[in-house]
């Protein structure tokens, strides 16, 4: 059994099997954050995209709990270079760990770090941890390769609804038709003003459609 925990906007803790991992840690200055960078561990971070909200505190964490960063060839160099141990891969690229692989997918979005400079490409990442399948989709707009990704079997999405500078309802409703993922949760909206919406709302759309979905408090975790 796997625990998807969501510690608000786009952080996701997920433990359960042999490997736990930490995706887009951004805890201070996240008004939504349910715990502090100190409170944080894991053996992988994932980061999909060098955004201060994603990358956030990617190395304090790894520093002290010596998680390897796993993300784009320039995030993982400026990782290392700060002092984070990191494995540096692109778009396509597949990573074997103690019970499970991740693989990242195109985001449509950009990627520079808080100080300006190029992060790579921004992304997306598929899981799998003891069978189960999640997708967190990082910051995107719709696209229809979505499709794509949803061949493997989704077990759970993780999908932005911010709107602004990511999808909002209506087109994470149309990724759904897309991915068709067993359960969905929406991430990235309500922590700032720009990207205020109603994730129950947004729930109850998805049930109308068929699917099985969960408006996450930022503390909360779903089971799969
Ligand atoms: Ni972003
Ligand atoms: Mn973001």
């Not at 349910?34 to 505190?57: C, K, N, R």
């Not at 719709?142 to 087109?171: H, K, N, Q, R, Y």
């Amino acid at each position: 059994m796997v625990e998807v925990h969501f510690l608000g906007h786009a952080t996701t803790l997920i433990t359960g099997g042999k490997t736990t991992i930490l995706i887009d840690p951004f805890l201070s200055g996240n008004p939504l954050a349910a715990a502090s960078p100190d409170e944080v561990s894991a053996d992988l971070i994932v980061v999909t995209h060098a955004h201060g909200d994603h990358w956030g505190d990617t190395v304090p964490i790894a520093k002290r709990s010596g998680a390897l960063v796993v993300s784009t060839f320039e995030i993982a160099s400026r990782a290392s270079q700060e002092g984070a141990n990191s494995w540096a891969m692109n778009i396509g690229g597949r990573y074997d760990f103690d019970g499970g692989w991740l693989k990242f997918y195109p985001a449509w979005h950009s990627s520079s770090f808080p100080d300006g400079s190029y992060g790579g490409m921004p992304m997306g990442v598929v899981i799998e941890l003891e069978g189960k399948k999640i997708y967190h989709a990082g910051d995107t707009a719709l696209f229809s390769d979505m499709a794509l990704i949803g061949e493997a079997g989704i077990d759970l999405a993780l999908l932005p609804i911010g709107d602004t500078f990511t999808m909002g309802p209506e087109d994470a409703l149309k990724a759904l038709e897309l991915i068709k993922p067993k359960k969905v949760v929406p991430i990235h909206y309500n922590t700032f003003p720009p990207i205020r919406q109603d994730g129950d709302a947004f729930v109850a759309r998805a049930s109308a459609l068929g699917f099985d979905g969960v408006a996450l408090k930022p503390g909360e975790s779903v089971q799969i």
